[in-house]
C-alpha cells in the first residue's frame, strides 16, 4: 500500500487537475452559447441561399455554366473543418475519418484544411495539404469563409479540382453531432437542368447573376458549415471535460478511502504496540 504522503500528493494532483478540467466545461459552455447565436444569425442567409440555387439549377443556362457541369473527375478537393485544440472527445478525428473514407485511390485529392487538427490528421496520411486556415476556425467571420470560398472557385473553375466537397459536423444536440460530407461543386444533382421547368426570371440578366450568386452561395455554405461545427466542437468539449469532472472525482473518493484505511491501519498498528508494551511490562 502507497505511503499516506503519496496518498496525499496524488490527491492534491488530481484536485488540481478537476479544477482545470471543469474551468475548461466553463470556458466551453460559454463558447458554445456564442457561436450558437452566431450560428442562428446566420442560418436564415444560409437558407436563403441554398432555396436560391435550387431554383437556379433548373435554369436552362445552368447547363451552360461551368459550375453545374458534370465532367470526369480526376482530382477532388476536399474543405476538412476541425477545430485547432483537442479534449473534445472524437470530433476532430470522427470528421476527418469520414473524408479519408470517402477519397479514391484512383484520384488524387487538394485538401483545405480549416483548423490544425485537420491538417494534422491528413499529413499523417501522407496527403496534399494544399491550405491550412487556423484563425477560421477560431474566430469565424464572413469575409474569411469568402476567402477560401474564392480559392476553391478558382481551382474549380481553372480545372485543377473537379468536384469539392466539404466535411464538417452537423448540430443536433449537446450531446449528438454528426460527421457529413457534402458536396458543393459541381453543383445540382446531375439532371439536364434543360429537362426542367424554368421557375425564375433573373435582373439583369442570369448571366450577371450566376456571377455574384454562386460565389455568394459557396461562402454562405462554408461560413454555415464552420460555425455549426464550431457549435458541435464546443459542445463535445463540454460533454468530455463533464467527463472528466467526474472521473476525477471518483478517483478523489477512492484516494480518500484509501487515505483513511491506511491511516486507520496505523492508529490499529500503534494501539497495538501500546497494548503490546504495557503486557510486557506487567
Not at 479544477?19 to 475548461?24: L, P, R, T, Y
Not at 466545461?25 to 442567409?45: D, G, S, W, Y
Not at 447573376?209 to 464546443?234: D, M, N, W
Amino acid at each position: 500500500m502507497p505511503s499516506r504522503k503519496t496518498i496525499k500528493r496524488r490527491i492534491a494532483s488530481v484536485t488540481t487537475t478537476k479544477q482545470i478540467v471543469k474551468a475548461m466545461n466553463m470556458v466551453a459552455a460559454t463558447k458554445l452559447q456564442k457561436t450558437k447565436r452566431q450560428f442562428a444569425a446566420a442560418r436564415p442567409l444560409f437558407k436563403a441561399s441554398v432555396r436560391i440555387m435550387d431554383a437556379v439549377s433548373n435554369c436552362e443556362l445552368a447547363g451552360e455554366s461551368v459550375f453545374f457541369q458534370q465532367r470526369p473527375v480526376k482530382t477532388t478537393a476536399y474543405v476538412i473543418i476541425t477545430g485547432n485544440r483537442g479534449y473534445c472527445g472524437g470530433y476532430n478525428s470522427n470528421v476527418s475519418a469520414l473524408a479519408l473514407a470517402h477519397m479514391n485511390a484512383g484520384r488524387s485529392e487538394e485538401i483545405l484544411a480549416i483548423g490544425t487538427r485537420g491538417r494534422d490528421y491528413f499529413q499523417r496520411f501522407e496527403k496534399n495539404v494544399r491550405h491550412c486556415y487556423t484563425e477560421l476556425s477560431e474566430r469565424t467571420t464572413y469575409a474569411d469563409a469568402q476567402g477560401v470560398a474564392e480559392t476553391l472557385l478558382s481551382l474549380y473553375v481553372s480545372g485543377e479540382v473537379d468536384e469539392v466537397y466539404v466535411a464538417h459536423t452537423q448540430f443536433q444536440s449537446v450531446l449528438t453531432h454528426e460527421p457529413t460530407l457534402t458536396r458543393i461543386l459541381p453543383m445540382g444533382d446531375g439532371e439536364d437542368p434543360k429537362n426542367k421547368p424554368e421557375r425564375l426570371q433573373y435582373e439583369p440578366n442570369a448571366e450577371a447573376f450566376l456571377e455574384t450568386a454562386i460565389p455568394a452561395h459557396i461562402s454562405a455554405f462554408l461560413y454555415g458549415a464552420v460555425l455549426e461545427s464550431g457549435c458541435c466542437e464546443q459542445a463535445a468539449r463540454m460533454v468530455s471535460m463533464d467527463g472528466a469532472t467526474k472521473n476525477a472525482t471518483e478517483i478523489i473518493e477512492n484516494l480518500t478511502r484509501e487515505f483513511n484505511r491506511s491511516r486507520q491501519a496505523h492508529i490499529t498498528q500503534e494501539i497495538t504496540e501500546i497494548i503490546a508494551s504495557v503486557n510486557i511490562s506487567k
